[in-house]
């Protein structure tokens, strides 16, 4: 069964910094991409970060290029999310997902796997 | 940047078929997936690759992409199916998703 669970969320004063982890199980996780998605309470998903399977390629949206770095130990099965210069808008629950399908760089699919998320809270 | 839009709400009768539309510039030439998410919960991939089930999920869903437009149908909808849906494709190298529609059967 495919599994991931998420960890390192909790409350942080505006500018501080978080790692946030994920751990996966049940399945070959060195061959594939994850992606970090977030959802702020009430609001819809919005994607964060995405890195391939051997962290070739790696992607941010523009609102937190420069202050969080996605990366992975495959063999540790594990990706994590270094959330530095933290802002109030950034306070949201943090998913871990497995993409479907990458290829080249390039994804086209969606993903089938998503952890439970972790609640990261910015606030004085 | 790329944008996918939904309508905020819809809503259908138990047994009736409900439609959830997710439009996008030339989005026909991309993959559409659909996610459902219920309260407290985690999102669930109900389509991807356009049209695809993942295995344990009702025939009852299916979906389309063409044009500028993927659709979500949900045929003979069940109270169970009440919950948020959002689409999602790939625009070169970022993922973008849809701002959810709220699906209410009553």
């Known amino acids: 069964e495919v599994q991931l669970v998420e960890s390192g969320g909790g409350l942080v004063k505006p500018g501080g910094s978080l790692r946030l982890s994920c751990a996966a199980s049940?399945?070959?996780?060195?061959?594939?991409?994850m992606n970090w998605v977030r959802q702020a309470p009430g609001k819809g998903l919005e994607w964060v970060s995405s890195?391939?399977?051997?962290?070739?390629?790696?992607y941010y949206v523009d609102s937190v290029k420069g202050r969080f770095t996605i990366s992975r130990d495959n063999a540790k099965n594990s990706l994590y999310l270094q959330m530095n210069s933290l802002r109030a808008e950034d306070t949201a629950v943090y998913y871990c997902?497995?993409?479907?399908?990458?290829?080249?760089?390039?994804?086209?699919?969606?993903?089938?796997?998503w952890g439970q998320g972790t609640l990261v809270t910015v606030s004085s | 940047s790329y944008e996918l839009t939904q309508p905020p709400s819809v809503s259908v009768s138990p047994g009736q078929t409900a439609s959830i539309t997710c439009s996008g510039d030339?989005?026909?030439?991309?993959?559409a997936c659909w996610y459902q998410q219920k309260p407290g919960q985690s999102p669930v991939v109900v389509i991807y690759?356009?049209?695809k089930r993942p295995s344990g999920i009702p025939e009852r869903f299916s979906g389309s992409n063409s044009a500028n437009t993927a659709t979500l149908t949900i045929s003979g909808t069940q109270p169970m199916d009440e919950a948020d849906y959002y689409c999602?494709?790939?625009?070169?190298?970022?993922?973008?998703f849809g701002g959810g529609t709220k699906l209410t059967v009553l």
């Open positions: 890195i391939s399977s051997s962290s070739t390629y790696i």
């Open positions: 999602q494709a790939w625009d070169g190298s970022a993922a973008v």
């Open positions: 690759q356009d049209n």
């Open positions: 049940g399945f070959a996780f060195s061959a594939y991409t």
């Open positions: 030339k989005l026909g030439d991309k993959y």
């Open positions: 997902a497995r993409v479907i399908y990458c290829s080249g760089g390039s994804c086209y699919d969606g993903s089938d796997s």
